[in-house]
């Protein structure tokens, strides 16, 4: 039997954003909260480039990242609640 669990997630609850780096595994934890934070160019152990320069997955994975950091800075400026909803499928 499968069961689902549903999770809701508003931004200000999610902790860190972790990059994973398919060439070597090596993975890099990012903290939305943190200003100090940003999505890189590349690995910082094997150096792999991620992105080809520009391209939208690269536009797509930054601006989650400020997507994400505005959301859960700014959420009183708002009289709306952004909630994602996590499915996660349970097998008995
Ligand atoms: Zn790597």
């Known amino acids: 039997m499968t069961s689902e669990q ?4 508003e931004p200000s609850d999610i902790e860190a954003i972790e ?7 090596a993975s890099v934890s ?4 943190d200003v100090r934070h940003f999505v ?12 080809k320069n520009g391209s939208q ?3 797509a994975t930054k ?3 400020m997507a994400i950091r505005t ?3 700014m959420k009183q400026d708002a009289k709306v609640t952004v909630r994602l ?3 996660q499928k349970v097998s008995d």
């Open 6 to 9: 549903r999770l809701l997630v």
């Open 19 to 25: 990059l994973l780096c398919n060439d070597c595994a």
């Open 30 to 33: 990012l903290k939305p909260s």
């Open 40 to 51: 890189g160019d590349q690995c910082p152990n094997c150096n792999l480039y991620w992105y």
């Open 57 to 59: 997955i690269e536009q």
């Open 63 to 65: 601006g989650m990242f």
């Open 71 to 73: 959301l859960a800075k």
């Open 85 to 87: 909803h996590i499915v």
